[in-house]
């Protein structure tokens, strides 16, 4: 099974999200999972809207041992945003 999602910047200060989701015929038994799983996926982003849409980026974020490279990943996708830093999509709230 494989989850898919895709988020396409649409103006200064909103984002497209799209997610897919594939699996085999073979992966899933019974043809009623496929809804459940769906409908799953569903409920699962409709809880993460409120959290995305209080998304603010620090520059210093508390990070743990285990979250990995954020900031060089930062330094990496700053390339793609305008470098006045009010019109950065990560400074703007996400909308439902």
Same mark, same amino acid.
């Given at each position: #099974? *494989?989850?898919?999602?895709?988020? &396409?910047? =649409? ?11 594939? $699996? ?17 996926? *569903?409920?699962?982003v409709?809880?993460?809207?409120? =959290? +995305?849409?209080?998304?603010? @980026? +620090? !520059?210093?974020?508390?990070l $743990?041992?285990? !979250?990995?490279?954020? #900031?060089?990943? /930062? /330094? +990496? %996708? ?6 006045d830093?009010?019109? @950065?999509? %990560? !400074?703007?709230h996400? &909308?439902?």
């Open positions: #099974m *494989v989850f898919i999602d895709a988020v &396409t910047p =649409i103006d200064p200060g909103n984002v497209a999200v799209t997610f897919s989701l594939t $699996a085999r015929l073979t992966d899933i038994q019974d043809p009623d999972m496929s809804l459940e799983l769906v409908e799953e996926g *569903v409920r699962q409709s809880e993460d809207v409120p =959290i +995305w849409s209080h998304k603010t @980026r +620090w !520059d210093r974020p508390s $743990a041992r285990g !979250d990995g490279p954020i #900031m060089k990943f /930062r /330094r +990496w %996708a700053d390339q793609f945003y305008i470098k830093h009010t019109s @950065r999509p %990560a !400074d703007t996400a &909308t439902a």
